[in-house]
């Protein structure tokens, strides 16, 4: 087994394992997942972000929380520091929340998630329900670390931000699944985790999903994160995805209506649509160019138009997803390799070309495990 300590500098990540003389991690289930250390002649600072990995694989992302510098002179001769996983990114104040009878644990700990995401790499999608509110909860002036942790602690679950694998698309990358009949609905739901950069060899039709044969294409502008589709002609969604932060999107065609959900939340309605066909294109038109510039997370097609509850509860829990009529579910966290597993038991595994694999954070809720 092998270590490496790295610090992010603002443009790269700096190994500092050669410096580290001593190292703990602490994992804790509904808290703050904690790494201390010691380097000798080499520093880090508050705000840095740190990363521990093992043979290759990240089992630490999160932010230097604390330092204990001693100097010899001017130099710095040794650094001890504290560092915590992303949840104290959610150490600050909530100015009010009001959520009411029925609202499920995975709700309450999905919306303060979102709290973040702009500042933390999250994909909120390892999200289980857990029980109901049986009264009205009214927060003022808490920290929303706080409830998180208090939500957890009071039905048994495990809260944490796990090191997430991802396939990142950098215009050379696509996935390909061939044809077969699961994958050529009549009516349909894509869904899937996504983090749109800027750039992108297609332009303004940079492709997100492509059909052999351009049977039905969905899009988005390198420049401007326009979302748009095509059924015969480019159709605008009108709606522009934030640039760097994933979100959950989904696409669904019941006939004659094309519908898109962003985060659990329709955005916008535009007539249109038609059935699928062809070999499925993830990040790339089926003629290999117009490729998108950005990263995937879990990846999901539904031989069915989920409802807006439904597309909500897959969204907050992509790693347990409904299976009725799941045509492939491709979690796109293999971290190495040219495969994407289909995990539906449909076999639609994808091939990857020339994969590129990156970290971001899972927020995992979910019921602890007693042996």
Not at 243 to 255: E, S
Not at 326 to 353: C, R, V, Y
Request: proline share 3%; hydrophobic share 35%.
């Amino acid at each position: 087994m092998t270590l490496a300590l790295e610090v992010w500098d603002g443009s790269n990540w700096i190994d500092k394992t050669g410096s580290c003389v001593s190292l703990r991690r602490h994992i804790r289930s509904n808290g703050l997942e904690e790494l201390d250390g010691e380097l000798v002649k080499d520093l880090v600072s508050v705000g840095q972000e740190i990363r521990l990995k093992e043979d290759d694989r990240t089992i630490f992302m999160g932010v230097v929380y604390e330092v204990d510098r001693r100097h010899r002179g001017r130099d710095v001769e040794r650094c001890g520091f504290k560092a915590y996983d992303y949840l104290i990114k959610y150490d600050r104040h909530v100015v009010y929340r009001l959520y009411q009878t029925g609202t499920k644990a995975g709700e309450i700990i999905w919306d303060l998630g979102k709290l973040a995401k702009d500042e933390v790499p999250v994909i909120l999608g390892g999200i289980e329900d857990g029980d109901s509110l049986l009264s009205p909860w009214e927060i003022q002036n808490e920290k929303a670390l706080d409830v998180m942790k208090s939500v957890a602690r009071g039905i048994n679950y495990w809260l944490r931000m796990k090191p997430y694998p991802h396939l990142s698309m950098n215009c050379q990358s696509y996935v390909r699944i061939p044809e077969s009949s699961s994958i050529n609905p009549s009516n349909f739901t894509y869904l899937w985790w996504f983090r749109h950069r800027s750039g992108g060899s297609g332009g303004g039709y940079s492709r997100i999903f492509g059909r052999g044969g351009f049977r039905f294409e969905v899009a988005i502008d390198a420049e401007t994160s326009e979302l748009k589709f095509y059924d015969g002609s480019w159709k605008s969604f009108n709606y522009f995805l934030p640039f760097n932060v994933w979100h959950c999107l989904a696409i669904t065609y019941d006939g004659s209506e094309v519908k898109l959900y962003v985060d659990g939340e329709l955005k916008r309605v535009v007539s249109g649509g038609r059935a699928l066909s062809g070999d499925q294109y993830i990040g790339s038109q089926y003629l290999g160019g117009e490729r998108v510039k950005g990263d995937y997370g879990a990846t999901l097609l539904y031989g069915d138009v989920l409802d807006d509850s439904e597309i909500r509860q897959v969204c907050r829990n992509v790693m347990n997803p409904i299976t009725d009529n799941l045509a492939f579910w491709l979690p796109m966290n293999e971290g190495e390799g040219s495969i994407a597993h289909d995990k539906s038991g449909n076999g639609n595994d994808g091939e990857i070309h020339n994969p590129l694999w990156d970290y971001s954070i899972l927020l995992e809720f979910k019921p602890k495990v007693i042996a």
